[in-house]
């Protein structure tokens, strides 16, 4: 018969064995298990704003946040640029394997299992070279951490599924929880939806996607007051906590919400 101390070397060692083989075959779980906070952004294509957006969500965001950088293949020496003037927060720089990404690309990257292991965290904020932080907002990230997902008002006060919002074939007749240019997501929530629709057309846009799995969640947003809240795309309802495609404000709006929020003025349609 074993006495203890066999017992708990061998205890050590199996667990041991089965933290490596978690590493090995599933390494975001212990980064998700323990939390973790990233931003992150996709650009492979020399973006002229790639720095001001990355020093935006840099100066006003928490540095426990790591900052993930997903670059063009050959643009590693674009995104350093990008990132040199940012202190005191762990930056990780990407290669991607194209220099340029069409919305497929962008689509398809964005509903990969792949990918998001690579993110060492289960809080994300998602942005994109056309996304600010507004600093002058009462709002912080730590009011939307609560949600599985949660991207950009837009369309008009639109939540859930009330009505045809998307404005494309491919993305009618479902769920809108915001666009997702400036968006906040669980990482093991979007894992989850990712195993759970398998046979999801690779091109389906991801924000209709994590929209429609949101719809299913008890930790989804529950009014349009809550998206408003969060980021400002097309119409200024709140001193919101972020901007997006700030160029399809409506007459009227522009103009006081960049009084608010200045940092958006400089966002640029590609």
Known sequence: MLD?????????????????????????????????HALVIVE????????????????????????????????????????????????????????????????????????????????????????????????????????????????DKAIGNSREVWGKDISMNNSFYGIGGLSFRKNSFQKKCIRDYPNIKATYPEDVFYSNCVEKSINKPRSAMDLANFCTQDAFESKSFGAHKTWYMKEGHAEPFFKFCPAARAIQKD
Request: aromatic fraction near 12%.
């Open 44 to 155: 492979p294509r020399k973006h002229k704003m790639l720095k001001y957006v990355c020093e935006n969500f840099d100066q006003n965001m928490c540095k426990s946040w790591d900052l993930y950088v997903f670059h063009g293949k050959s643009h590693r020496g674009h995104a350093e640029e990008a990132v040199q003037n940012i202190e005191g927060r762990k930056v990780h720089l990407l290669g991607l394997e194209k220099d340029d990404f069409t919305a497929d690309d962008y689509n398809i990257t964005f509903k990969s299992l792949d990918f998001w292991n690579q993110v060492k965290a289960e809080n994300i904020l998602v942005f994109q070279t056309d996304a600010v932080l507004c600093p002058a907002s009462k709002f912080k990230i730590q009011d939307f951490m609560d949600f599985d997902y949660i991207g950009c008002g837009s369309y």
């Open 4 to 36: 203890k101390k066999t017992i708990l070397i061998i205890g050590v060692i199996a667990l041991i064995i089965i933290i490596g083989l978690v590493m090995k075959y599933s390494p975001g779980l212990i980064s998700t298990a323990h939390g973790g």
